[in-house]
């Protein structure tokens, strides 16, 4: 393809992104298990009802010591119980007594120190001698040290991943209030669709696209239908008619173009979405289509995105990455990593996202571009890692600085 | 927690890190819908049936024409039909005749050119006029200029990300060779679980480690029992007993260190298991304990975890990752970064890993260490982006390189 750069009216990539993250209203809120929340976005901040630790305790397996001596070096003292992780003990600690706790176990009324095992010898079972000497307060993890009750855990906005899940089950945080998860279809456009190799003879290609969105949303969080309609007027309206209502988020992929059969924008509006953007000024991607049903208590947007399959996933990792987080109220930037290109670039008309190979040495992050890039071509997804944004007009050199973005479970 | 780096008998993280990932017998090879295969690894290379594209087709909406001439400016062609998307003519082109096309229709025999629209005059319905000369075969894709039949798409190992599932669905291959994902039973021991805020007074504290273990393990892709079990050496024996014949891999939390009531190893041994290694030189997670039960046609692996929930976390992210792999006989080094400290850091005689927050400055990765580390301590997990390896007995100064995992679905 080619001469496409020059088109008017195509906004740019950041204005496009900015219309995808601001333009959503946020879905409702609801309150959930935390066990069910991995994944979802916060919109209520959340404080702590108890102190962490919640009550003095070991750090290690040893000895509870009471002692008013400066030096504890080869000091003796008699031990009067145990106590185990989990339980307490009534017993309370007097001068020249210890008790034998394990890590977490609660320390009694009167622990100066902890002393770990490996500096303990017992004498008998009822007296041990400390081999070294040992500060006060040592190895005891004090009440509120890392969290004190009413303080903030996390704020709104907070995505729950698995070391927020785990840090919010540690306060013993039992529901928390997400963002509702978008409830999204994804519509196939298309007559070209193969069943059988034999298709591929007639003019037909085999479906990428299905597979890869059900797979893209799973990665995401979550399961979706998927529809194939035909190339047809009627049907993509009546199908959209019947969607807008039941969903947060129609995508579509193909019949955006300009082409004689591309009927997603006049069905859209025939449906009573409005369009928000059409034709971004980037490759691949350029017709993609973003538009609004809005009603009072219930909207419906329309990620229209391009046929070929290498603008579906560049467009999913952008754009649909994007308003699928402002849809839960989630409108930071993207984290864009930047790199530095290892070889020099051809300039294009466009602003490009390249499918690269990014690594780092020496602290540095290198991009190394891969063959096959054009946007009916996706073979070289077996080796990219990342998502490279190429300036447009520009002829790039060897060290140019880019941004980016990584490839989910991909290696890094 | 002092002292405790001149341990005798520890090994290093690379060393325990070499044995989880090449210790694992690899679990046998299943054959399954392509769509089933999402993060699985690949177990026989996959070659493409077909060629792609498989028919030469126009990369655009627009006329294919046929004409001898070197000049096609002005030039006038005879429409003779039009050829959707998906359907084939039987038209031949000559000489002088023009065909309309959409994006990816199959060209018809004697196609010399293909015109975008942009370029095109419509001078009646059965006559177009080019505005601007193309060049012979412009806008065409050829049969087979991605990938020839008989051609590798991918190769053994592969993990079947996204990006994978949608090329290989683009090639039509129906079923892949992957490996069988592992059986997974999470067992958390300990007699300290909190159920309610009132328990916490009595030496218990809220489970952070069964949420975070089952949220890890389904980000991994896997769906697991957690069970927990008393601090009491029959039942968990009992439990190691019936799991070792269910389960590939038994991940325990807490009970082995060398506390009165660590009853995993003892447990382990008494129950068939033997020990690969226990005790690592590392900070978070001395204690980690590897064991394997081998019989003729079945194996089960156990990962001893420590109890505190942030040596869970980094044990996880670093050997729970390199196991579960490796099962999939997966046995890549770690893909570990590499970015620069922005600040000093005080020595430690164990290898640390530190929660960090990892951000990029043109092309440069930075870490910024976070407060709040110790391994009974989660909450700067919020913050957190990375887990950074830090050398033991070394005075950190700024500048300096270090090695380093990004923590999934982060922001990175």
């Known amino acids: 393809m080619s001469g496409c750069g020059a088109e008017k009216g195509l906004i740019s990539i950041d204005e496009a992104l900015a219309l ?43 000895y509870a010591l009471s002692s ?13 119980g145990e106590i185990k992780a989990g339980s307490e003990t009534q017993h309370q600690l007097i001068d020249g007594q210890a008790i034998r706790i394990f890590t977490g176990g609660k320390t ?65 945080i039992p529901h928390i209030d997400v963002f509702r998860a978008p409830k999204v279809v994804v519509v196939i456009t298309g007559d070209e669709v193969a069943e059988t190799p034999e298709d591929l003879q007639t003019g037909k290609v085999f479906d990428a696209n299905g597979p890869l969105l059900k797979a893209w949303l799973k990665d995401y969080g979550l399961e979706v239908d998927i529809l194939h309609i035909a ?9 959209f008619e019947q969607l807008k209502q039941q969903y947060d988020l129609i995508i579509t992929t193909g019949g955006v173009s300009v082409g004689d059969y591309d009927f997603v924008r006049p069905c859209a509006f025939a449906t009573g979405f409005e369009q928000v953007f059409w034709k971004v000024k980037q490759k691949p991607g350029k017709p993609l289509f973003f538009a609004e049903f809005i009603q009072q208590d219930h909207a419906c947007y329309l990620l229209g995105l391009p046929g070929n399959p290498a603008a579906v996933y560049v467009c999913m990792q952008v754009y649909g990455k994007a308003l699928l987080d402002a849809l839960q109220n989630q409108r930071q930037p993207l984290q864009w990593f930047s790199g530095m290109l290892t070889h020099d670039l051809k300039s294009d008309a466009r602003e490009r996202f390249l499918r690269m190979n990014a690594y780092f040495e020496q602290g540095q992050l290198k991009l190394q571009s891969l063959s096959k890039q054009q946007s009916h071509m996706l073979s070289n997804l077996m080796q990219a890692n990342s998502l490279v944004r190429i300036p447009a007009n520009i002829q790039l050199q060897a060290g140019q600085v880019l941004s980016g973005l990584f490839i989910h479970h991909s290696s890094y």
């Open 108 to 172: 009694p009324d009167g622990t100066t120190h902890v002393a770990r095992q490996e500096i303990v010898k017992v004498e008998s079972d009822l007296t041990i001698r400390l081999i070294e000497h040992i500060k006060p307060q040592a190895d005891i993890r004090f009440v509120g040290e890392e969290v004190q009750s009413g303080q903030q855990l996390a704020d709104v906005g907070q995505r729950i991943n698995i070391g927020a899940l785990a840090a919010l089950s540690m306060a013993g």
């Open 20 to 62: 995808v993250q601001t333009r959503p209203k946020a879905l409702t809120v609801e309150t959930l298990p935390l066990g069910d929340c991995l994944n979802r976005y916060l919109a209520k901040a959340v404080c702590s009802k108890v102190d962490l630790p919640s009550f003095s305790q070991s750090a290690v397996d040893g």
């Open 231 to 239: 190339d047809e007027a009627e049907q993509v309206s009546q199908c």
């Open 68 to 80: 008013t001596l400066e030096n504890l070096q080869n000091c003796t003292f008699e031990v009067i």
